[in-house]
């Protein structure tokens, strides 16, 4: 009898996923749970991260059927490796955005190329570890700090590193508060970090309306290969600034953008399993990673701090680790460092300048390492 009990217990537990546990999902369950953590406890971008971490734990549980095929995990994954997701995150980021400080100040937009120096850094660093030319530009782009463009320019160059490229990409993205000041306290001084920028001219509608109709222009003609991306980041944008379409750019720039937002975390975090995850390449990939996010930061800087040498009214060189293309995230942190030396040096409005910027410096790269090697 007691022979018998056993039996039946053994047999519901090897039903289970208990017996499938190995250290790998221990490992990615506690990077998930630390993810969420930091997003709560330290508020880094909490609306990436919460759902990412949660993914990567769920991922690593064995006998989940939520990331298999036909599951709910694998369904949000394809739509970010069919290349659905992402335009639609740039149509949403449009609709959430003001161009008036790119606009207004168009000398910053220097920045916004100067600051994508890790992209090669990081390319040259994966070429000279192994990786073949495309793997190695699919691994540079993480540098750009743009997630959607890093998933488009992996997909359309090495789509088999796309789990570890966009887990990179977005894992930096939500701790760029932890990684950029150390590298933007090192480059600057206190009196560096103490200027105050001069208040911007006013932007016109027309001017505003204007931009997005011309970049959708010169995008599509001299840059193809990235066009989807910036079309619907300027129709966004196009919506917004239009002022008769309130409905379509407030739902592109909350209901939708929140939808996709909860698709493309889940998505990415469902990459994270263990066995597919825990590689060498992926720790060299993640490395690379980090030093493209470092390179870009420290280029940006120091960029700022070359153009001040010509410059008669000087620009606070924060600003230049805003030229990487996350958006807001790399703005807000430059305005944070800045606001530690004093707090009335508001410094996020110009920061928004290169970092807008650094959205095409980031496409602009990406469309020219795409036609480069061939790719449509």
């Not at 000398?107 to 994966?126: E, N, P, Q, R, S």
């Not at 090495?158 to 306290?185: D, E, F, G, R």
């Not at 010169?218 to 066009?227: H, K, R, S």
């Amino acid at each position: 009898m007691f022979e018998q009990i056993l039996g039946f217990l053994q047999a519901m537990i090897d039903q289970t996923g208990i017996t499938h546990v190995w250290w790998g999902n221990i490992v990615m369950i506690a990077i998930g749970v630390t993810m969420i953590l930091l997003a709560i406890v330290k508020k880094y971008e909490p609306l990436l991260l919460i759902g990412i971490g949660f993914s990567c734990v769920i991922s690593n549980v064995p006998g989940s059927d939520l990331i298999l095929p036909g599951g709910l995990f694998n369904y949000a994954y394809h739509g970010i490796e069919l290349l659905i997701i992402p335009p639609l995150i740039f149509f949403g980021v449009g609709a959430m955005t003001d161009f008036g400080p790119m606009i207004a100040h168009p000398k910053l937009v220097i920045l916004g190329a100067m600051a994508h120096l890790g992209i090669f850094i990081a390319l040259i660093g994966a070429k000279a570890l192994g990786f073949s030319i495309n793997e190695s530009g699919a691994i540079g782009i993480i540098g750009g700090a743009d997630g959607p463009m890093a998933v488009f320019v992996c997909v359309k160059l090495a789509p088999h590193l796309l789990p570890q490229v966009a887990v990179a990409a977005y894992s930096y993205m939500a701790l760029m508060p932890l990684i950029q000041p150390p590298v933007m306290k090192l480059l600057t001084s206190k009196k560096e970090r103490l200027i105050r920028m001069k208040q911007m001219r006013p932007v016109s509608r027309l001017e505003k309306i204007a931009f997005p109709i011309v970049i959708g222009i010169v995008v599509n003609l001299f840059f193809p290969p990235v066009a989807p991306l910036i079309t619907m980041l300027m129709l966004g944008n196009l919506f917004k600034e239009c002022l008769v379409t309130d409905r379509l750019y407030k739902t592109a720039a909350n209901d939708l953008m929140n939808v996709i937002i909860i698709i493309l975390t889940v998505g990415i975090g469902s990459t994270m399993n263990a066995e597919k995850f825990l590689t060498f390449k992926t720790i060299e990939i993640v490395i690379l990673g980090l030093i493209a996010f470092l390179g870009g930061t420290a280029s940006g800087v120091i960029g700022a701090k070359i153009m001040n040498l010509f410059l008669k009214e000087k620009i606070n060189p924060l600003l230049g680790s805003a030229g990487i293309a996350s958006v807001p995230i790399a703005a807000r942190v430059a305005h944070i460092v800045a606001a530690r030396e004093d707090r009335e040096n508001l410094l996020i409005y110009h920061a928004m300048g290169p970092n807008l910027a650094g959205v095409f410096g980031t496409a602009i790269s990406g469309g020219i390492m795409l036609a480069l090697l061939g790719v449509k």
